[in-house]
């Protein structure tokens, strides 16, 4: 059975800082690219980053560029997302993803939208007080 599960969320003042993590099971996710995303209450489900199978290409949304740093250890199966600076707009459930192996056919593709995306964490909760 594919988990990922993702650990991390809590509640941080504005300018703070957290470490999402995600930590996948049931399967290996080294040879696919991996991706955050995160919905608030009453908003669609939106892209936060994305890296490739092996750390080398990343790619952001531009709200959060610069904030934001994604990363991977393969030898852990495991992704991160260090958050800094944050808003009382990061405020969200944070999901971690990951598409089926051999989706795409250009190993340095990066998925940004949810549909690309197979297997999904259950989510942590990130809440920026102002």
């Known amino acids: 059975q594919v988990q990922l599960v993702e650990s991390g969320g809590g509640l941080v003042q504005a300018g703070g800082s957290l470490r999402l993590s995600c930590a996948a099971s049931?399967?290996?996710?080294?040879?696919?690219?991996m991706g955050w995303f995160r919905q608030a209450p009453g908003k669609e489900r939106e892209f936060v980053a994305a890296?490739?199978?092996?750390?080398?290409?990343?790619y952001y949304a531009d709200s959060v560029k610069s904030r934001f740093t994604i990363s991977r250890d393969n030898a852990e199966n495991a992704m991160y997302l260090q958050m800094s600076s944050l808003k009382p707009e990061d405020s969200a459930v944070y999901y971690c993803?990951?598409?089926?192996?051999?989706?795409?056919?250009?190993?340095?593709?990066?998925?940004?939208?949810?549909?690309?995306?197979?297997?999904w964490g259950q989510g942590t909760q990130v809440t920026v007080s102002s």
């Open positions: 993803a990951a598409p089926g192996n051999g989706r795409f056919r250009r190993p340095s593709y990066l998925p940004t939208r949810p549909n690309e995306y197979d297997y």
């Open positions: 049931g399967r290996t996710f080294v040879n696919t690219p």
């Open positions: 890296i490739s199978w092996n750390g080398g290409n990343t």
